[in-house]
């Protein structure tokens, strides 16, 4: 559990954090200005493998990672004005969830896999933003859930194969497409609602 200063800027680095398959959660950050993951190992939790709560404005970075066989991945929730997420070549894997976002969640993933997700590859669950670029989304029940009226999903040179659903869209969401992806036509409702190509 990080629980820092105000100002505080933290970085969990080589680290193995094994659940044991009963532990809660592998990494919480409730309080600071800013957290760095690098080259961790986080799996067999029951609850979320990074869990993100905040009440003030901080920026999380995740790189070169790896989480899996938890229930959610990364989950980024805040009641503050704005949490920056960054997830950069960090595969996640057996998560129920790969990456959640809920309100004022601005967040970015980049160069990873998001795979075996029996429920959503990656959901924005409220009012946030999730930008995705040169991501790999596999072999899960949906890929991309803008799943709340005010989430917002861009999508940029990705890969969706393989998957149940491609796209969830709420009404009152939006998913944005580069025009630059790739799918395969296995998603069977694809999309639930519009994409604008641009």
């Known amino acids: 559990m990080v629980v820092a200063g105000a100002n505080d800027k933290v970085i969990l680095r080589g680290l193995s954090i094994n659940g044991l398959g009963s532990g809660l959660s592998g990494i919480r950050f409730l309080a600071g200005a800013q957290l760095n993951v690098e080259e961790c190992f986080v799996f067999g939790f029951t609850g979320n493998g990074i869990d993100v709560e905040l009440a003030q404005f901080a920026s999380v970075a995740i790189t070169n990672s790896y989480i899996t066989e938890v229930a959610r991945g990364v ?25 959640e976002a809920q309100s004022n969640v601005v967040a970015t993933l980049t160069n990873t896999t998001v795979a075996s997700a029996s429920n959503t590859a990656i959901a924005a669950s409220g009012a946030s933003q999730i930008n995705i670029d040169g991501v790999t989304i596999t072999a899960s029940n949906v890929a991309v859930g803008a799943n709340a009226s005010g989430a917002t ?46």
């Open 75 to 99: 989950f980024a929730s805040t009641s503050a004005v704005t949490v920056v997420v960054t997830l950069n070549n960090t595969p996640i894997l057996n998560a129920p969830v790969g990456f």
């Open 153 to 198: 999903i861009r999508l940029s040179n990705s890969n969706i194969y393989s998957n149940a659903t491609n796209f969830n869209v709420a009404p009152g969401a939006a998913l944005v497409s580069n025009g630059n992806n790739r799918t395969t036509p296995t998603g069977g409702s694809n999309p639930t609602g519009s994409i604008p190509l641009k």
